[in-house]
């Protein structure tokens, strides 16, 4: 059968703006070949690389990927709205396109005089028009605005306009491109149950979003393009786990690269110092001739026995240059809660690396439930025998949700000199999606800080649900015999249950 939509080998080159090169004339570029090929390679950028596709008749096909990865160039050829450098592009049966928030309206004029230029535009006749005009009206919810000029309209009544026009035309193909993000609920639910009637009556949909969770549930095939390439095709469960593995990837490599520079930052600053280097040939200075950082800086969690926020102010010498904490004006307490990020202490026991590990290895990316190490390397350069080893987490906007420390879970320390281990292992990582801070210190069992890492490890916890809040509980939903739920598979091919 002949499929509805074929890319054969496509490749897309545009010109990059802001380079003064010129052809001479119109004339000559076009004597001498093709306007892209005399661009240097600086001045291109391939959109779309040698990307075939085919899209059988009947069937609903997302298309994923990055900002920049050639979705919307993909669906812009094959609206004809664009052609390709390389390659060819044929389509077989009448195309609806619904790329652009409010393409081919003109601001001027009315909402009624642009449903009849779209409507022709898209190969309906007046007559054709005339019928289906109320119904277009209706799912639009436009009824009080139509006669309005369109420059009037909201974002969402162009969506909604667009929309309807659209998918009124009775196309043999739909192209959407991510524009329902800007509808309310109300009508994207509305939207969903026409794309299930399209799919219904046989009609060829290419959707382009960023919802994963609509592809999975939604569309019978996916694409996954990444800077123009095709990197996978097939079933829409198995091509989203592969393009979100290799999200977390990046995201990995992202949350490393900044967590990196923080501690240099740390290590760096003046305020950073925790003494010498136990490997430096200079040698440790003296422990008692050691800076000592404020405890000013230090945050509030359970790092320290007492579990307090608020510690005398007069207990270290001020802050450094650059750092602050709220201090209370009647109790001269210092909120440490209010510290910045950053790193202090006396230097007598160093906390020389900091990995977060999961089953796989070391990462900052997590999900909901897995097993997490947090791992440090300690060295004493000198015997120590009061010590105790903490941990923290926080959410980014400062929360604690979880610290503890040895001294806390009443291990009393006996003995530290020279390298050692130390390992804090969760094993099930009960916390919703979202990003979080890590707190790690080796301190005396009174709170005297030795070395103490603030904010300076990231990690990334992702879930496919999206619980609200911090924690997440494990737990079971039970029910009366007469309250029932669709089973997941029926509630998958139900798009209004979404």
């Not at 790329?99 to 190969?123: D, Q, T, W, Y």
């Not at 001020?318 to 750092?323: A, L, S, Y």
């Not at 602050?324 to 007598?348: I, P, Q």
Request: proline share 5%; charged share 25%.
């Amino acid at each position: 059968m002949t499929p509805a939509i074929d890319l054969d080998h496509v490749t897309k080159i545009y010109r990059r703006h802001g380079h003064s090169r010129r052809f001479v004339t119109l004339k000559s570029a076009l004597l001498t070949g093709s306007l892209v090929a005399q661009l240097r390679p600086d001045e291109s950028f391939r959109a779309l690389s040698d990307v075939s596709v085919q899209v059988p008749r009947g069937v609903s096909y997302g298309v994923i990927g990055r900002n920049g990865s050639g979705k919307s160039t993909l669906l812009k050829l094959v609206a004809g709205i664009t052609k390709p450098t390389h390659g060819s592009v044929r389509v077989n049966g009448r195309v609806s396109a619904l790329i652009e928030l409010g393409a081919g309206f003109h601001p001027e004029i009315s909402g009624r005089e642009n449903v009849f230029i779209n409507g022709i535009m898209l190969g309906l006749s007046r007559r054709d028009i005339e019928q289906r005009f109320d119904e277009i009206v209706e799912f639009a919810e436009m009824e009080e605005f139509i006669d309005a000029p369109v420059k009037t309209y909201s974002s969402g009544m162009y969506m909604r306009l667009g929309f309807a026009v659209a998918v009124h035309v009775d196309p043999d193909i739909l192209l959407v491109d991510e524009v329902l993000a800007v509808g309310d609920e109300g009508f994207s639910l509305k939207c969903l149950d026409k794309f299930a009637e399209f799919k219904r009556r046989g009609k060829t949909i290419l959707l382009v979003s960023h919802g994963l969770s609509m592809v999975e549930r939604f569309c019978d095939e996916a694409l996954w393009l990444e800077a123009g390439d095709r990197r996978a095709t097939g079933d829409p469960k198995r091509v989203v786990q592969m393009y979100l593995a290799d999200v977390e990837q990046l995201e990995d490599e992202l949350l490393a690269a900044a967590d990196a520079k923080a501690q240099a930052s740390a290590q760096a600053d003046g305020s950073g110092q925790v003494g010498e280097s136990p490997n430096d040939p200079k040698g440790p200075e003296p422990a008692a001739e050691q800076a000592v950082v404020s405890p000013a800086s230090e945050p509030d969690n359970p790092l320290d026995e007492t579990a307090s926020a608020l510690e005398p102010a007069e207990q270290a010498p001020p802050p450094p240059e650059g750092e602050h904490a709220e201090v209370d004006e009647e109790t001269g307490l210092v909120n440490m809660f209010t510290a910045n990020e950053g790193r202090w202490g006396s230097g007598a026991v160093r906390i020389e690396e900091v990995t977060l590990e999961g089953d796989q290895g070391a990462g900052h990316v997590f999900h909901t439930g897995d097993r997490m190490t947090i791992r440090m390397k300690v060295r004493a350069a000198q015997p120590v025998e009061d010590f105790a080893f903490g941990i923290s987490i926080f959410s980014t906007d400062g929360v604690c949700c979880f610290g503890t420390n040895t001294n806390i879970e009443e291990m009393e320390s006996a003995s530290l000199s020279g390298a050692g281990e130390v390992e804090f292992a969760i094993e099930q990582l009960d916390l919703v999606e979202g990003t979080y801070k890590l707190d790690v210190a080796a301190h005396k069992r009174d709170g005297f800080s030795y070395d103490y890492h603030r904010l300076l490890y990231t990690f990334r916890v992702k879930s496919r649900t999206k619980d609200v809040g911090i924690y997440r509980p494990r737990h079971v939903w039970r029910f009366t015999d007469n309250l029932r739920f669709k089973p997941v598979s029926a509630a998958a091919d139900d798009s209004s249950s979404d």
